[in-house]
């Protein structure tokens, strides 16, 4: 989603980043789900984890703010990013050394 902004586009992403006791394996999650029909099936994604996918993107993150839209405040956190992708993203090293020495790449 972020990699398809414009240059200086805007994201507005809510994200659940922590939850006590979460860990997560494929194996076992296939085997037997751990949610029954109709519940909401919600993963958690680590705060760093977002902020490495925001950077890996070229973007970067204007605010975060800690919200309460996963429910129990005290076991659970979520997040809400304001992201703005970066003006001219210069992407790999070739890229780097073409803008260094003033070469199109």
């Not at 006590?20 to 994604?45: A, N, Q, W």
């Not at 925001?54 to 996963?70: F, G, H, Q, R, S």
């Amino acid at each position: 989603m972020l990699n398809s902004l414009s240059p200086n586009g805007v994201a507005l992403i809510q994200i659940p980043t922590y939850r006590r006791t979460y860990s997560f394996d494929v194996d076992t999650y296939i085997e037997t789900p751990p949610f029954e029909e109709g519940e909401l099936e919600m993963h958690y994604l680590p705060q760093s984890k977002v902020f490495d996918i925001i950077d890996e993107a070229y973007c970067k993150p204007i605010k975060v703010i800690e919200d309460n839209y996963v429910g129990r405040r005290g076991n659970e956190l979520s997040n809400t990013f304001l992201v703005r992708k970066k003006e001219n993203p210069v992407k790999g090293w070739r890229a780097k050394l073409g803008s260094l020495f003033g070469l199109g790449t």
